[in-house]
Every structure is written in C-alpha cells, then in structure tokens.
C-alpha cells in the first residue's frame, strides 16, 4: 500500500550516472546498490537492447545485464520481460494515469530523496507541438531516459485500457 492507502507503485531509488555510464556499467551499479535484497529481480526494458550487432563484442544489452546481475543474484531470483517496445503515446499515457487517474487516483509515489532524477525527468520531459504525442528528446537530451525506462515497466503491468491481472501471469 501507497502512503495514500491505495494499491501502487513506489519508485525508491536510481541508478544515475551522469558520464561514461553504459549498460556494463549501470548493471554494476545495480547489482553494487541492491546486493542485499533478497527477492525476486524483474528487468522490464526496451526490446532493442537484445538486439546484436558487429560492435557488441559482449552480447546484447540484455546478454549484460542478465550476465552482471546473475552473479550477484543467481540466475533463479532474475525474471525478464521485455516482449516488445509499446507505443511512445500509450507508454505516456500509462505512467501518467499511474502519476493521476482521472478520478484523482494516485498509483505511483516517487521518493524525491532517492530518486531525484527520476522526479527531473518526469517533471521536465516534454511533448513535442503539432505531434500525435512524441517525445522532445532534443530540447534537454539529458532527459527521458529514465522516465523512458520507468515507462516500460508501467506500460506492461498497468496498460492503458488493458486487464491488469491478463498481465501479471505472462512473465517468463
């Protein structure tokens, strides 16, 4: 339960790293932050990070993450699901119903504390004008990333228009 007393989300912390960062990188920081916890480990993601390329000597983005956080973790605790990148308006509009429904409901909390990028970005990412809802990632490129990632675990739980509990059982 939210402070709010509702069922939700709570966002508790972030992994920011303002230079040289890289999926290596942010996974260690990661797996350094969080060496502690001991529940399940879900990776929500953009769907091109398993892609392979000629310049990616060590795998895909996914190969890793999963290689990084399997060995702080085990492989047992880690479940991944990324089964495809949502449209930039509905993964917008997901996040923003969880920020305020429109009956006023608050699902997701972020702690400006631990969090204080997430809150900049969320804040500070804009729609561009005379689009059908597309992302200015121009204006302030040191934006969206992160609310980008937040997007895609809020999208595949909670999908606008979708059964939440349609949802939750397909995580392989």
């Given at each position: 339960?939210?402070?709010?007393?509702?069922d939700?989300?709570?966002?508790?912390?972030?992994?920011y790293?303002?230079?040289?960062?890289?999926?290596e990188v942010?996974?260690?920081?990661?797996?350094?932050?969080?060496?502690?916890?001991?529940?399940?480990?879900?990776?929500?993601?953009?769907?091109?990070?398993?892609?392979?390329?000629?310049?990616?000597?060590?795998?895909s983005?996914?190969?890793?993450?999963?290689?990084?956080?399997?060995?702080?973790?085990?492989?047992?605790?880690?479940?991944i699901?990324v089964?495809?990148n949502?449209?930039?308006?509905r993964?917008?509009?997901?996040?923003?119903?969880?920020?305020k429904?429109?009956?006023?409901?608050?699902?997701?909390?972020?702690?400006?504390v631990?969090?204080?990028?997430?809150?900049?970005?969320?804040?500070?990412?804009t729609?561009?004008e005379?689009?059908?809802?597309?992302?200015?990632?121009?204006?302030a490129p040191?934006l969206?990333h992160?609310?980008d990632?937040?997007?895609?675990?809020?999208?595949?739980?909670?999908?606008?228009?979708?059964?939440?509990?349609a949802?939750?059982?397909s995580?392989?």
């Amino acid at each position: 339960k939210l402070p709010n007393g509702l069922d939700g989300d709570g966002v508790i912390g972030e992994v920011y790293i303002p230079r040289n960062s890289n999926t290596e990188v942010v996974a260690r920081q990661l797996a350094r932050d969080w060496k502690d916890h001991q529940g399940r480990i879900h990776l929500y993601g953009d769907f091109s990070g398993g892609a392979r390329g000629a310049a990616k000597t060590l795998g895909s983005d996914w190969d890793i993450i999963l290689q990084v956080l399997r060995s702080v973790f085990g492989a047992d605790r880690i479940y991944i699901d990324v089964p495809f990148n949502p449209p930039v308006r509905r993964r917008v509009n997901a996040v923003n119903a969880r920020l305020k429904a429109v009956n006023g409901d608050v699902r997701l909390m972020v702690d400006p504390v631990h969090a204080p990028h997430v809150v900049k970005d969320l804040e500070g990412v804009t729609i561009l004008e005379g689009t059908s809802g597309e992302i200015d990632k121009k204006s302030a490129p040191q934006l969206t990333h992160i609310s980008d990632a937040l997007g895609y675990y809020i999208h595949r739980l909670y999908p606008p228009g979708a059964d939440r509990e349609a949802k939750i059982g397909s995580l392989y």
